[in-house]
């Protein structure tokens, strides 16, 4: 987490009264008490492990150099903040936070600079600022953290789809359009009559001011007159707003990692500023009680929350004393190999820093550590390649990746190993960071340090090496191993490990996609995206920016006088949910332009991500996260083939562009059909809702026969979407609001709704409070196949945490065994694909559905191989229904 002092410090100012903070001696405090207690909210809500505050040191920079306007328009600092900043940094002093700032450089200068550091070592960084030049920071692995007004207290995540959400432009395309526009807090005069909308345009029409600014002759009207006669400022504005990213800083990232607050000299700065209720907190924060004396962990575990231990007891503060370190010996070929095969499980961490093709390798066992460098392919080390092939286990972290990594060298192969993230992940799934660093700190309390690859010749030596890693691999392993259940570690053998193969094929793989179908697409939703905005500002008039919730607020409740919706602090919500809900109240064109609008701005959004993650071999190679959900569900990711919309015609339309390979005839889908229906009618037992099942009827007609009382046939379609709508929004612990808003009723209708539904399905309301209250009593709920999943906010005083813990606990007994059953399918088909020697293949796993491109001739034998294998992954008290569709694209493989 980086931190933009200046900015913040200022946002504090204005947003705190500065008449009630003034110490004794008549100085005002206002902005580092409410700097401090953001501080520790972020620190309480995010945990970094990483953090520092940037300040400018004047407003000189670089950018004066170049045009001493820069800035020039900002008022004197006020009276009161003056004398602050000191303050504020020797208060971060005392709570272990360093601080940075550079002659001739602002404070954006050094955050972006630490963006890129933290970056290449691993993290993801979390920039917390008030001024928009950081937007251009933000990336897949960095996130902007920008307070609301003038305050400190409510911060707004941006990443790239928030940014283009709001400004209609991606984050590296900020500084173009901030570039066109102009800057009035930073007096830089941007192209007259060019405002966010016109800017935005033109970029996503010619993708950069680069190419903006070299067809400016073709732009028409009093737009491009404009940009031609005032070309040099944007130019300039260009030039000034990027945020350099290679200062030289005093620091490397190992002395950012967090430090303990030195609470003898909180207390000293505290009392100078006479803020005793916020020392109070920081003791509280630091584990410490109103004296200063370290609280036991019982005691001052936030509200109790550690009262159910059961299978989670084991977590850092009860860590056993990991075996001591050795120091790594160095050996290579028969040497080498001689000392792996006498080794006792031997833990392996591949450090692959991009040295001319050479790997850095850690070996560490029972009886010792190893360390080299190793260049595939050589004699040197041809034995160590054998060996990896061997069946000698061998424990490593995150196999799926390090068996992408040995396909691209000369050894494709890793015979018999053990994940130690993966089997870490079953034990502890609610760790939210599970990464290498992140199971180092959380179970073994040893704080990973990286090398800075922003430096020309890197300290390796510096960071921690790869024995060391591979000796931590083996800690994390041994620890999980020992601590997790007997189911636990079942699933882990049967399902998890196994998998890691079947998802490494897929990954490698990948699914062919028609590119020109999707350009075409593309092209279709842009013109689309333009007319629906032509239509909304037919409607009123004039043109807005149909991304900004501040401007839409004035056209719907000043301008066109519509109902109100939720509210919310900066009026009220423009998003989606409530335009939906007032369209549906209070008809009117505008709305629908909008909401057309954003849906088209959505799809062409996803077809980005699409065009964006084609390989060279004309192939998407999506990654599926394993330990990506609590529920043990698959997540998909770089990109995202989860988030497809299908409700709508567009959104199926961009399933035609996954297609199959030349040597292929087609694809074929098959998914289960109503798989958490079917788990919650087993783990039920509810007679009633499996006979529904076992009729073979239509389950929603079936079971809106039961709960109206009619027959089959007397169910109406607005029957059955009211039941529909019962039954899957039970498992989601929807209640009669829920449904009531939901189905467009009242909530006495739904009441009675939900009340005639228990009386014939009275076993599911007894099973899911029972699901509810034995995970309150257990600390966790349980699958099917023996996956615990913790809720220690069941017991939370917090009303909201504890309400929030009980909805996901009523669903995650049955989302969680869906997610086992359709691992065990993915098995099953995987290995019978292979037993029958055929060609065709699996490609992708979305939720409930698998895919695979179908070879020539051999259509019939693999769906028949498909349908018993999904269906006898697992024996319900109803049957597992499979749906199978076939066609040359997904789209037309849909059933």
């Given at each position: 987490?980086?931190?933009?002092?200046?900015?913040?410090?200022f946002?504090?100012?204005?947003?705190?009264p500065v008449?009630?903070f003034?110490n004794?001696e008549?100085q005002?405090?206002?902005?580092?008490?409410?700097?401090i207690?953001?501080?520790?909210?972020?620190?309480?809500?995010?945990?970094?492990?990483a953090?520092?505050?940037?300040?400018?040191?004047?407003?000189?920079?670089?950018?004066?150099?170049?045009?001493?306007e820069?800035k020039?328009?900002?008022?004197?600092?006020?009276?009161?903040?003056?004398?602050?900043?000191?303050l504020?940094?020797?208060?971060?002093?005392?709570?272990g936070?360093?601080?940075?700032?550079?002659?001739?450089?602002?404070?954006?200068?050094?955050?972006?600079?630490?963006?890129?550091?933290?970056?290449?070592?691993?993290?993801?960084?979390?920039v917390?600022?008030?001024?928009?030049?950081?937007?251009?920071?933000?990336?897949d692995?960095?996130?902007?953290?920008?307070?609301?007004?003038?305050?400190?207290?409510?911060?707004?995540?941006?990443?790239?789809?928030?940014?283009k959400?709001?400004?209609?432009?991606y984050?590296?395309?900020?500084?173009?359009?901030?570039?066109?526009?102009?800057?009035?807090?930073?007096?830089?005069?941007?192209?007259?009559?060019w405002?966010?909308?016109?800017?935005?345009k033109?970029?996503?029409?010619y993708?950069?001011?680069?190419?903006?600014?070299?067809?400016?002759?073709?732009?028409?009207?009093?737009?491009?007159?404009?940009?031609?006669?005032?070309?040099?400022?944007a130019?300039?504005?260009r030039?000034?707003?990027?945020?350099r990213?290679?200062?030289?800083?005093?620091?490397?990232?190992?002395?950012?990692e967090?430090?303990?607050?030195?609470?003898?000299a909180?207390?000293e700065?505290?009392?100078?500023?006479e803020?005793?209720?916020?020392l109070?907190?920081?003791?509280?924060?630091?584990?410490?009680?109103?004296?200063?004396?370290?609280?036991?962990?019982?005691a001052h575990?936030?509200?109790g929350?550690?009262?159910?231990k059961?299978?989670?007891?084991?977590d850092?503060a009860?860590a056993?004393?990991?075996q001591?370190?050795?120091?790594?010996?160095?050996?290579?070929d028969?040497?080498?190999?001689?000392w792996?095969?006498?080794?006792?499980?031997?833990?392996?961490?591949?450090?692959?820093?991009?040295?001319?093709?050479?790997?850095?390798?850690?070996?560490?066992?029972?009886?010792g550590?190893v360390?080299?460098?190793?260049?595939?392919?050589?004699?040197?080390?041809?034995e160590f390649?054998?060996?990896?092939?061997s069946?000698?286990?061998?424990?490593v972290?995150?196999?799926?990746?390090?068996l992408?990594?040995?396909a691209k060298?000369?050894?494709?192969?890793l015979?018999?190993?053990?994940?130690?993230?993966l089997?870490?992940?079953?034990?502890?799934?609610?760790?939210?960071?599970?990464?290498?660093?992140?199971?180092?700190?959380?179970?073994?309390?040893?704080?990973?340090?990286?090398?800075?690859?922003?430096?020309?010749?890197?300290?390796?030596?510096?960071?921690?090496g790869?024995?060391k890693?591979?000796?931590?691999?083996?800690?994390?392993?041994?620890?999980?191993?020992?601590?997790?259940?007997?189911?636990?570690?079942?699933?882990y053998?049967?399902?998890?490990?196994p998998l890691?193969?079947?998802?490494?094929?897929?990954?490698?793989?990948?699914v062919?996609?028609?590119t020109?179908?999707?350009?075409?697409?593309?092209?279709?939703?842009r013109?689309a995206i333009?007319?629906?905005?032509?239509?909304?500002?037919?409607?009123?008039?004039?043109?807005?920016?149909?991304?900004?919730?501040?401007?839409l607020?004035?056209?719907?409740?000043d301008?066109?006088?519509?109902?109100?919706?939720?509210?919310?602090?900066?009026?009220?919500?423009?998003?989606?949910?409530?335009?939906?809900?007032?369209?549906?109240?209070?008809?009117?064109?505008?709305?629908?332009?909008?909401?057309a609008?954003?849906?088209?701005?959505k799809?062409?959004?996803?077809?980005t991500?699409?065009?964006e993650?084609?390989?060279?071999?004309g192939?998407i190679h999506?990654?599926?996260y394993?330990?990506?959900?609590?529920?043990?569900?698959?997540a998909?990711?770089?990109?995202?083939?989860?988030?497809?919309p299908?409700?709508?015609?567009?959104?199926?339309?961009?399933?035609g562009?996954?297609?199959?390979?030349?040597?292929?005839?087609?694809l074929?889908?098959?998914?289960?059909?109503?798989?958490?229906?079917?788990?919650?009618?087993?783990?039920?037992e509810?007679?009633?809702?499996?006979?529904?099942?076992?009729?073979?009827?239509?389950?929603?007609r079936?079971?809106?026969?039961?709960?109206?009382?009619?027959?089959?046939?007397?169910?109406?379609?607005?029957m059955?979407?009211?039941?529909?709508a019962?039954?899957?929004?039970?498992?989601y612990?929807?209640?009669p609001?829920?449904?009531?808003?939901?189905?467009?009723?009242?909530?006495?209708?739904?009441?009675?709704l939900?009340?005639?539904?228990?009386?014939?399905?009275?076993?599911?309301?007894?099973?899911?409070?029972?699901?509810v209250?034995t995970a309150?009593?257990?600390?966790?709920?349980?699958?099917?196949?023996?996956?615990?999943r913790?809720?220690?906010?069941?017991?939370?005083?917090n009303?909201?945490?504890?309400?929030?813990?009980?909805r996901?606990?009523?669903?995650?007994?049955?989302?969680?065994?869906?997610a086992?059953?359709i691992?065990?399918?993915m098995l099953?088909?995987?290995?019978?694909?292979?037993?029958?020697g055929?060609?065709s293949r699996?490609?992708?796993?979305?939720h409930?559905?698998?895919?695979?491109?179908?070879?020539?001739?051999?259509?019939?034998?693999?769906?028949?191989?498909?349908?018993?294998?999904?269906a006898s992954?697992?024996?319900?008290?109803?049957?597992?229904?499979?749906?199978?569709?076939?066609?040359?694209d997904?789209?037309?493989?849909?059933?």
């Open positions: 987490m980086i931190i933009d002092g200046h900015s913040l410090a946002r504090a100012y204005y947003g705190v008449e009630r003034q004794s008549g005002h405090t206002n902005a580092i008490h409410g700097f207690a953001m501080l520790l909210a972020l620190l309480e809500q995010y945990e970094p492990d953090l520092a505050v940037a300040f400018d040191i004047s407003r000189h920079s670089f950018r004066t150099e170049e045009y001493p820069y020039g328009n900002r008022g004197e600092t006020p009276e009161e903040f003056k004398g602050q900043v000191p504020l940094k020797e208060a971060l002093a005392a709570l936070i360093i601080t940075l700032e550079q002659e001739g450089f602002e404070a954006d200068d050094i955050l972006a600079t630490l963006s890129v550091i933290g970056r290449d070592n691993g993290y993801r960084v979390l917390v600022s008030g001024d928009r030049d950081t937007i251009q920071l933000i990336n692995d960095v996130t902007l953290l920008y307070p609301a007004a003038q305050g400190v207290k409510k911060l707004k995540e941006y990443d790239a789809q928030a940014v959400e709001k400004y209609d432009v984050p590296h395309q900020y500084q173009d359009l901030a570039a066109l526009v102009g800057e009035t807090s930073d007096n830089l005069p941007g192209v007259p009559l405002g966010p909308k016109t800017a935005a033109w970029i996503n029409h993708g950069s001011l680069t190419e903006i600014l070299a067809h400016r002759d073709e732009i028409k009207g009093k737009a491009g007159e404009n940009l031609r006669t005032f070309v040099e400022n130019e300039r504005n030039r000034l707003n990027e945020l990213r290679d200062l030289d800083l005093p620091v490397v990232i190992s002395q950012l967090r430090q303990p607050v030195d609470i003898s909180v207390t700065i505290f009392g100078k500023l803020f005793r209720t916020l109070t907190r920081v003791k509280k924060f630091a584990g410490l009680d109103s004296n200063g004396t370290a609280v036991a962990d019982d575990s936030a509200a929350q550690r009262s159910s059961v299978a989670f007891s084991n850092s009860q056993p004393t990991p001591v370190f050795t120091p790594p010996i160095h050996l290579i028969e040497e080498l190999v001689t792996l095969k006498k080794a006792d499980r031997p833990a392996l961490y591949f450090w692959d820093i991009n040295r001319d093709g050479v790997i850095r390798v850690g070996v560490a066992a029972a009886n550590t360390e080299f460098d190793w260049k595939p392919g050589t004699a040197d080390y041809r390649e054998t060996w990896l092939k069946e000698q286990e061998k424990i972290f995150d196999a799926k990746a390090l992408h990594l040995l060298l000369t050894t494709p192969e015979g018999n190993f053990s994940d130690a993230q089997l870490a992940s079953i034990w502890r799934p609610d760790f939210t960071d599970r990464s290498f660093k992140g199971f180092a700190k959380k179970l073994l309390q040893f704080e990973v340090v990286e090398p800075d690859m922003s430096q020309l010749v890197p300290d390796l030596e510096a960071a921690t790869a024995a890693r591979a000796w931590l691999t083996r800690q994390i392993h041994e620890r999980a191993l020992e601590s997790l259940h007997d189911a636990g570690l079942k699933l053998y049967s399902t998890e490990l890691v193969k079947v998802l490494f094929n897929l990954e490698h793989r990948g062919a996609i028609d020109p179908l999707l350009a075409a697409q593309q092209a279709e939703l013109d333009a007319e629906y905005e032509q239509r909304a500002y037919q409607v009123i008039g004039r043109e807005v920016n149909l991304g900004s919730p501040k401007q607020q004035t056209v719907l409740f301008e066109l006088q519509m109902p109100k919706t939720r509210k919310i602090k900066s009026g009220f919500s423009t998003d989606a949910a409530s335009l939906h809900e007032l369209q549906a109240k209070s008809p009117h064109p505008f709305l629908d332009a909008l909401l609008h954003r849906e088209t701005t799809l062409s959004q996803i077809i991500s699409l065009e993650a084609v390989a060279a071999d192939r999506s990654t599926l394993q330990v990506g959900a609590a529920t043990g569900r698959l998909s990711n770089s990109p995202n083939l989860q988030n497809i299908t409700r709508s015609e567009a959104g199926n339309r961009i399933r562009a996954f297609t199959h390979g030349s040597e292929y005839i087609g074929l889908t098959a998914d289960y059909s109503q798989i958490e229906m079917r788990v919650m009618a087993h783990l039920s509810d007679q009633a809702l499996i006979e529904a099942f076992n009729d073979g009827e239509d389950l929603h079936s079971v809106g026969a039961r709960v109206f009382g009619v027959t089959a046939a007397e169910v109406t379609p607005v059955r979407a009211k039941v529909k019962m039954s899957y929004g039970l498992a612990g929807l209640g609001f829920g449904l009531a808003k939901q189905l467009g009723i009242s909530q006495a209708e739904a009441k009675q939900m009340t005639d539904y228990f009386a014939r399905f009275g076993k599911i309301r007894d099973y899911l409070m029972q699901v209250e309150r009593a257990d600390g966790y709920t349980e699958t099917l196949f023996g996956r615990h913790p809720f220690p906010e069941l017991n939370s005083p009303r909201v945490l504890r309400a929030t813990a009980e996901a606990a009523l669903n995650a007994p049955i989302q969680g065994t869906a086992d059953i691992k065990i399918a099953k088909v995987e290995s019978e694909i292979a037993a029958a055929l060609k699996m490609l992708l796993q979305i409930d559905e698998l895919m695979f491109e179908v070879a020539p001739g051999e259509r019939e034998v693999l769906e028949k191989l498909v349908r018993d294998k999904m992954a697992a024996k319900l008290a109803v049957p597992l229904e499979v749906s199978v569709g076939f066609g040359p997904w789209q037309q493989a849909e059933h």
